[in-house]
């Protein structure tokens, strides 16, 4: 039984399309968070929302916009994706007070 | 910055040989936590020190601490092929509830 789960595992699409990765967790965590892993391996993170209500909002352009429906959901949404986009996406979950983050298992998105 | 830098980039060790790799940082920390990343794969968590903790032992992983100096070591003693992965640093700042990661150490065990 996956506690993180992302969809889809790869993506290939075309600058200036439009696309969105969902996850979900079932380890009934309160945070959930997006990193971006670039080409270096090096994670940056993009988002978190706790209860729903976004509290981390990197430098990242308006073009990426998160939304969570419920505390289980977190979903990304990219639109006018461009070529620097391209990267593996990672969502992760956890307990404010722990600090442990659980992840997906990424989706690897590439734009042509 | 106020994510941590792994050393070395890239480590290659016999099976059986322990690999240490170290995390430098340059903020006060609240905690430093270690991931492994196996090739195509997500994130998994190993360890996890407090800033008023020294050492960590996890089966064949230790992780030690030193705030005096910003960083944090990592061993795996007796290394097993399936321990090829990177292995990634990660913290948390006093001022901050973020965690950050560093470009992670990529560690080949070879049989």
């Known amino acids: 039984d996956t506690a993180v789960s992302q969809t889809p595992k790869y993506l290939v699409t075309q600058m200036g399309n439009d696309k969105s990765i969902k996850c979900e967790q079932n380890l009934g965590h309160d945070t959930m968070y997006w990193y971006k892993q670039d080409s270096k391996k090096f994670l940056k993170i993009m988002f978190s929302?706790?209860?729903?209500?976004?509290?981390i909002n990197e430098t990242v352009p308006n073009r990426f916009s998160p939304k969570s429906p419920d505390k289980a959901h977190l979903n990304l949404h990219i639109n006018s994706l461009e070529l620097g986009d391209s990267a593996v996406y990672f969502c992760?979950?956890?307990?404010?007070?722990?600090?442990?983050?659980?992840f997906g298992e990424g989706s690897r998105l590439t734009v042509l | 910055s106020q994510q941590g830098e792994e050393d070395p980039q890239a480590l290659s060790i016999q099976e059986g040989e322990n690999a240490t790799m170290n995390c430098s940082y340059k903020t006060s920390i609240n905690n430093l936590q270690w991931y492994r990343q196996n090739s195509g794969r997500g994130l998994v968590h190993l360890i996890l020190i407090r800033s008023n903790e020294r050492e960590k032992h996890s089966g064949r992983l230790r992780v030690t601490l030193d705030t005096s100096k910003k960083s944090s070591s990592l061993l795996i003693t007796a290394s097993r092929a399936a321990d090829t992965a990177s292995y990634f640093c990660a913290l948390t700042p006093s001022n901050d509830y973020k965690l950050s990661f560093g470009a992670g150490t990529t560690v080949t065990v070879r049989a």
């Open positions: 992760a979950s956890g307990r404010a007070n722990t600090g442990e983050l659980f």
């Open positions: 929302y706790n209860n729903k209500e976004l509290i």
